[in-house]
Structures are given as C-alpha cells and as structure tokens.
C-alpha cells in the first residue's frame, strides 16, 4: 500500500458539544482519516468511548474511520467496531496474547489491520505477522491523552520500524500518534512515517480546525 501523506485528526480532542460539527470541518478542512482513540481505564489510564461513537461519526463524515483500540481484550470489542463501519482498526501488541488471530480477523471482516507498539515495546513483536499488517502504529508517547508531546527516541524508532519492514517486503503504512505539531512532524516523515495523528495540534489551533489542518498539511509541501 503507498500512502504519500495522510493526516488523521483525533477527535479525542474535539468539543464533544459539538462533534458533528466539527467532523464536518475536518473533511472540509482535507482530513484524509478520522482517528478514534478508544480507551478502557484499564490498558491506559483514562477511559474514552466506545463502539455507541460511531453512529455519530458515520452521520457527519465520508471519511475513512482509523479505529485504535486503547483496551485490555481488543478481541472482544472489534465486531462492533466493525458493524459501525471501521474501515482501520488497529490493535495493540501488548494485549493480544493471539495476535495472528487478531489480524486475521480484522481482516477477515474486511478492515484494515494494524498494530500499535508503545514506546516500551520492541519491534520484534511484529516478525511473525507481518503479512497481515496494513498498518504499524508507533505511540509518540505514553498513550492515554492527548497534548503529552513527543518523546524524541521515537525518530529513531520509527526508522528501525521502517528498516523492519522493508527486511520483511512489507508495504504496511506507518502511522505516528502522540505529539504531533508541525515541529515534530518533519522528524517522522524523514523517518519513514506516512500517516500522521494529531490531536491537540489540530483541535487546539489557534485558528481553529481549519487552521491546524493547514498548518499540519503544509509540512508535506515541504517533504513529499
Ligand atoms: C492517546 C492518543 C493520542 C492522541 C494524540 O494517547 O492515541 O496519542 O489522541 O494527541 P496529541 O496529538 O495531542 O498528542
Ligand atoms: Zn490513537
């Protein structure tokens, strides 16, 4: 899969008292993906929302759905993300003692599937699935909120992620979440990211959605 540039704002940091509202903008805005952190209090420590969000999601926006699943037994919640029309979903390596599984049934149900590592987590967790992978997240941070900024080890990471890759003929996308702005996205971009999630960066622009997608969007004018 080649994916030149793709933003994906996550509405973690929406005003969720007016959501549709502000999916709206984002298409308008030129969103590629609207990315869902999903949290269960328990695999991280904050609890977000869960598959009931979809239904609004799917009412004010065309755009692709990127599901990151947040939560102890992603195994559990995955078909009714799937029902509410995911079209990512990625899962964490960490809490999926039958990753393989996992993917396959990502898969299967006609999703993308995708891994996430956390800072802590090695790469090599991935080697025995990387032909079910459309997809390596790699966290900027200890995930669980937005706005925490971007531990600088991850450049190098994600580099080791891109090498692992193409080692293994994979053409899986990856995506860096956490820590995002338009001074840290360059840095990921040269490493190998292609596929970019940003919370606060977009939501708390000081020009608003539209301003914070535009600032985002004019670093790839300057790498692609
Ligand atoms: C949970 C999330 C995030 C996030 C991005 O940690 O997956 O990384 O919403 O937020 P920002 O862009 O504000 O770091
Ligand atoms: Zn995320």
């Not at 952190?37 to 799917?58: A, Q, R």
């Not at 960490?94 to 987590?121: D, F, K, M, W």
């Not at 992620?161 to 820590?179: C, R, T, W």
């Amino acid at each position: 899969m080649s994916a030149a540039f793709i933003l994906a704002p996550s509405i973690l940091s929406a005003d969720f008292s007016r959501l549709g509202e502000q999916l709206e903008t984002l298409e308008q805005a030129g969103a590629d993906w609207i990315h869902v952190d999903v949290m269960d209090g328990h695999f991280v420590p904050n609890l977000s929302f869960g598959p009931f969000i979809m239904k609004v999601i799917k009412k004010h926006t065309h755009l692709p759905i990127d599901v990151h699943l947040m939560v102890s037994n992603p195994d559990a919640l995955i078909p009714a993300f799937v029902d509410g029309g995911a079209n990512w979903i990625t899962v964490h390596a960490e809490t999926c003692p039958h990753l393989y599984r996992t993917l396959q049934n990502i898969r299967v149900s006609g999703c993308h599937a995708g891994v996430a590592l956390n800072p802590a987590t090695p790469i090599e967790s991935l080697s025995e699935v990387t032909h079910l992978l459309d997809l390596v997240l790699v966290l900027g941070n200890n995930p669980g909120f937005s706005g925490q900024g971007w531990f600088p080890e991850m450049g190098g990471k994600i580099k080791r992620v891109a090498e692992f890759l193409k080692q293994a003929n994979s053409s899986a996308v990856i995506q860096v979440d956490g820590g995002m702005t338009a001074d840290t996205l360059p840095e990921a971009y040269q490493a190998g990211a292609r596929a970019f999630v940003s919370g606060s960066a977009i939501f708390g622009h000081e020009d608003g959605i539209m301003g914070g997608i535009r600032t985002l969007r004019e670093q790839a004018l300057f790498l692609v």
